[in-house]
């Protein structure tokens, strides 16, 4: 069956009734030639970016950012800091637009949501043993439950990268649908599930192809680079390789799926970058925060730096930007 | 495609550029008023008047070859291989310095995007200095000879109007023969330019020598009594002609000549690459490649899928103002080579090819051509056998290797020809029955200074580039 060929959920059912069957539809995807993605990517980094092009890009890029806070001591007020900023990024500024959403361990989701209210700044609470994923089944669903309990708005999960290396492909993929499940809430709406891949150590990309074709099968809203904790991070061609399986998926299924690099994005220009590329690889559609998002904790500032400058004519120092 | 993000244009400055009103011929080290008229060159993008560039008739032919006959005798090939590698490394480098200008004045002229000019052309022109430079004192490790052969008589295409002159002059010299070299009409500017940059290299008078003109100057060139070596790139047609005028002379000639190149697309490629390949294969510079990989042949099992992302990602290519960095398609170089597009198109579509183009507004100015698919040619197709030189692809299928293979041969020329399969043992079992100079694996339209390119059949003969490129400038042997 090839990959255009799948348009139904029984076409889903019968790609992954075993190991050996879904094996053989990943393997069947087209490979990803290296030097040539690679390539790609560079060429579309070289697109320049002037005036208008860039105050939208800029804008556009703040909505996109889920301020991330994933560190052993983070503490309430930091977490309650960082949500204040969400809201209001550039305090001296009210045409600065809102991030996203706020990313937080499971036991700050409470916290987070106390102040972001319904001020359409999701929580998103990384779940099922971040970072490593390395856990039994029962505790990443729970992890996921008391996350969804606690108010988050979107799951960001870690897949279990050793059963992927392993080729245990099914294992993934049942631990990915169940993981959707849990995002349930008693209302009947969900939380969206973003998936991690940790592309750093799935190292080829024709690895990140085939991780993405079976999160999307598994049910994930979002697919999603790195946790940030590993190196290299989200890259420009693993995020051209992603981006190019949400668009073919699209054209099998009609579905559209998003997509979130994540670590290692610090500087306005390199988030320009990621927006060309969503524009011309999956089209842009995708040039909305409901389906592109930067995981970042920096990068925010440095967008806020532009924006000034792009407004003022000149850089004002880094003391003129709120630290979290 | 609507679109919300529209890149805001991003042009380069021209300001960079002094492009003089009129230009005479670079004979002896000098700029000389020519005893012909002169003609007029204009920017392909605009139709505006660059410059007017002097006509060299024969007498002024006559005067560059003797010219490059003194300079040959009296000093070039008296000085030691590594004497003539400085004034190479001087000029590659010189090359890097102005490299912005270069680029500017090119894309001016010719018509094709900045971005090419900027990353492709210049810096592979400077390269090609460069390695000719390391030859100039090691040519009795090059299994050719040292002996120069005197005076080259070079003529050279519109398409990559600095890049060819880089692969005729660096090698010429590098061995140390001068040369006396005609640009095409329609791009003289950058050779004018590099003659500027002979001067601030303080090469010796008369080594290199350009002079402008048309199809008679060329001629003139070609059947001077004392030019020793004929290096052409250009057309079949003027090809033949000039090796008609040098038969039974004792000239050596060197030929690269047009194309139409296969490339073949297995069931098992990476197809987004593969994408990407085509695209750069048949877009780059306008299709105005001799080596362009004009016939796609994709095999039957995934030719729809294929062609359903080669009409997305063709949708996103920009075509326009070629000093926009953001240019991907540029102007087609004149309005005589647009109408020879216009016309096989339109012969494509009359035998029953389907046409297929994305929607993209051209500029009312100029000379412009949206980058084009034919989908259902077959080998019988006048499309998918005649060179279009410009950005038209023609899409046939096959169903096995052999048939690929076959079909992929079926035709006139050999330049070049691209392969695209994940596995590594068909590419080369594919790549050794392939009659083509040049065979591409999972990439197209590669260059580099190292690396010899040359055709089979109707694409000409001898080699450039490469330790092979050597041979066209050296008595075997000697």
Not at chain 1, 74 to 96: E, H, I, N, Q, S
Not at chain 1, 116 to 137: C, E, I, K, Q, W
Not at chain 1, 256 to 269: D, E, F, L, T
Request: glycine content about 10%.
């Amino acid at each position: 069956m090839t990959a255009t060929a799948l348009s139904t959920p029984a076409d889903v059912t019968e790609i992954t009734r075993s190991d050996a069957s879904l094996r053989r539809f990943l393997h069947g995807l087209p490979g990803v030639d290296q030097v040539g993605a690679e390539q790609r990517a560079a060429g579309l980094g070289t697109r320049s970016i002037k005036t208008t092009a860039k105050e939208y890009a800029l804008d556009l890029a703040i909505r996109m950012v889920d301020l991330t806070t994933l560190e052993g001591q983070d503490t309430p007020g930091k977490v309650r800091a960082l949500a204040a900023k969400a809201m209001r990024p550039d305090p001296a500024d009210p045409t600065c637009p809102a991030a996203a959403a706020v990313c937080v361990y499971p036991d700050m989701v409470a916290t987070a949501k106390e102040v972001l209210g319904d001020s359409g700044v999701n929580v998103a609470a990384v779940a099922t043993a971040f970072p490593s994923g390395r856990a039994a089944m029962d505790i990443k669903l729970a992890d996921t439950r008391d996350a969804v309990e606690a108010g988050a708005d979107e799951i960001d999960m870690v897949i279990d990268r050793g059963a992927f290396l392993a080729g245990r492909y099914l294992q993934v993929f049942e631990e990915i649908a169940q993981v959707r499940e849990a995002c349930a809430r008693p209302d009947g709406g969900s939380a969206h599930l973003k998936v991690i891949f940790e592309t750093g150590e799935l190292q080829t990309y024709d690895n990140v192809r085939r991780v993405s074709w079976l999160a999307m099968m598994a049910g994930a809203h979002f697919i999603k680079t790195s946790t940030g904790k590993v190196q290299p991070a989200a890259t420009l061609p693993v995020t051209l390789v992603m981006l190019e399986a949400v668009r073919d998926w699209r054209e099998a299924t009609g579905q559209m799926i998003g997509v979130k690099p994540a670590g290692g994005i610090r500087a306005a220009k390199d988030a320009i970058k990621y927006l060309v590329m969503v524009n011309e690889v999956a089209g842009p559609d995708w040039l909305d925060p409901d389906w592109f998002r930067f995981g970042a904790s920096t990068l925010l500032n440095d967008l806020l730096m532009q924006r000034t400058k792009m407004k003022t004519g000149h850089y004002s120092g880094p003391d003129y930007f709120t630290l979290d | 495609m609507s679109n919300v993000f529209e890149y805001a244009p991003a042009p380069e400055s021209r300001n960079i550029v002094d492009i003089k009103p009129s230009y005479g011929l670079f004979v002896n080290g000098e700029f000389v008023d020519g005893h012909g008229k002169s003609f007029k060159t204009i920017s392909p993008a605009t139709e505006e008047v660059l410059s007017e560039v002097a006509e060299a008739d024969a007498s002024d032919v006559d005067e560059a070859v003797k010219a490059a006959r003194r300079a040959y005798t009296r000093t070039w090939s008296k000085l030691t291989g590594r004497e003539r590698a400085k004034y190479l490394f001087r000029i590659a480098r010189i090359l890097q310095e102005r490299g912005r200008e270069i680029a500017v004045l090119e894309s001016i002229d010719n018509g094709k995007p900045i971005k090419e000019t900027r990353d492709v052309d210049v810096p592979i022109a400077a390269a090609h200095f460069f390695y000719y430079a390391g030859w100039a004192d090691k040519l009795e490790h090059s299994g050719y000879g040292t002996t120069p052969l005197g005076v080259a008589g070079q003529i050279i295409p519109w398409n990559f109007p600095l890049l060819m002159l880089a692969w005729k002059i660096a090698p010429a010299l590098a061995c140390g023969n001068t040369v006396v070299l005609k640009p095409a009409e329609t791009t003289p500017l950058t050779a004018l330019l590099f003659a500027e940059i002979c001067q601030q290299a303080d090469l010796p008078p008369g080594v290199v020598n350009i002079i402008t003109g048309a199809g008679e100057t060329g001629a003139a060139l070609v059947g001077h009594p004392d030019v020793d070596k004929v290096a052409f790139t250009g057309s079949t047609a003027v090809g033949r002609a000039i090796a008609k005028s040098v038969a039974g002379t004792d000239k050596k000639v060197t030929l690269e000549l047009g194309g139409k190149a296969a490339n073949i697309v297995f069931d098992d490629a990476p197809l987004d690459q593969a994408v990407e390949g085509i695209v750069n294969g048949i877009f780059f510079n306008q299709g105005h490649v001799c080596c362009a990989g004009s016939r796609l042949l994709v095999q039957e099992s995934v030719a729809e899928e294929l062609l359903d992302k080669l009409k997305r990602r063709v949708s996103t290519l920009r075509v326009g103002d070629p000093l926009d960095k953001n240019t991907d398609i540029g102007a087609i170089n004149s309005a005589e080579q647009l109408a020879r597009i216009r016309e096989l198109s339109d012969i494509g579509e009359s035998e029953g090819a389907g046409r297929w183009s994305p929607a993209c507004e051209l500029p009312t100015n100029g000379f412009w051509f949206p980058p084009t698919i034919f989908t259902g040619v077959s080998q019988a197709h006048r499309i998918a056998r005649e060179e279009i030189f410009g950005p038209v692809l023609s899409v046939l299928t096959f169903r096995t290797p052999a048939e690929a293979v076959e079909k992929a041969n079926n035709t006139p020329y050999g330049l070049s020809a691209g392969i695209w399969t994940e596995k590594g043992s068909r590419i080369l079992k594919i790549a050794n029955q392939l009659r083509a100079g040049v065979v591409w694996a999972n990439t197209f339209n590669k260059f580099d200074p190292t690396s010899p390119f040359g055709g089979y059949k109707e694409s000409g003969y001898g080699r450039e580039g490469g330790r092979h490129g050597l041979a066209g400038y050296l008595k075997e042997g000697v």
